[in-house]
């Protein structure tokens, strides 16, 4: 993990290290699910599948997006995208990490917008990080970030109705995150349920078997990995 600047760093400098923390996520998540049958799941390191760490540029309903984590094939087109998104500093004027939370939902719900409307049978599926300091961030005047973040959250997770809302996420989660580059810690919840911790591995797990639902003619999941039926 890259090492966090602190809060009073320059804007240029957090903005870079939240690059680079999304990008490492992004790459870490990739490469699991290749390990889980996704041969093809983009990005990939130097010399990796694709020869690309780049998000993948996709074409939407509502115009093109990169999406921060993909698989998609020749045959069925995109299968499953995720949108990775993080809140890694205190605001300087209300000490707490609430102000981007809007602009954050904002993003992902445009991803999962466009992404849906162009394929439908598309799984989507939303990580928003926050630092794990926004389970501390309360005052007189707010709550915690992390409280405040599941009921804006919850109604947009759970897409079930394929001719439903489009921005709605099949799995939506929000985990805490301490990046530091010696101990990092990672803890995990769906935003239906701020009380439960889930392991990260069963987010994934779900994901294989939601992806072979929605594409039952070309796949089945097993043991947390998907393979040809």
């Not at 010399?47 to 069925?76: F, M, N, P, Q, Y």
């Not at 994934?204 to 999941?221: C, K, P, R, S």
């Amino acid at each position: 993990m890259p090492t966090k600047p602190p809060d009073s760093a320059a804007p240029s400098v957090k903005k870079a290290y939240s690059e680079k923390l999304s990008a490492k996520v992004a790459l870490a998540m990739a490469d699991e699910l290749r390990h889980r049958g996704m041969r093809d799941a983009r990005p990939s390191g130097p010399g990796g599948v694709g020869a690309s760490g780049a998000e993948r540029r996709l074409a939407g309903g509502i115009g093109a997006k990169k999406v921060d984590v993909t698989w998609a094939t020749e045959e069925s087109g995109l299968l499953l995208g995720i949108s990775v998104k993080t809140i890694n500093f205190r605001d300087g004027r209300s000490k707490n990490f609430q102000k981007n939370l809007t602009n954050r939902r904002s993003d992902m719900l445009g991803e999962a917008l466009t992404l849906h409307r162009r394929s439908p049978y598309a799984v989507v599926a939303g990580f928003l990080f926050l630092d794990k300091d926004a389970k501390s961030d309360q005052t007189k005047k707010r709550n915690l970030t992390f409280v405040n973040a599941f009921p804006r959250l919850r109604i947009f997770t759970g897409r079930e109705d394929l001719a439903g809302r489009d921005e709605l996420f099949e799995r939506l989660d929000l985990l805490l995150v301490d990046a530091n580059p010696f101990t990092p810690t990672l803890e995990c919840y769906q935003v239906n349920d701020a009380t439960t911790q889930v392991p990260i591995e069963d987010a994934l797990d779900e994901l294989v078997v939601l992806v072979a639902e929605q594409n039952f003619d070309f796949y089945e999941a097993h043991g947390g990995t998907i393979r040809r039926a």
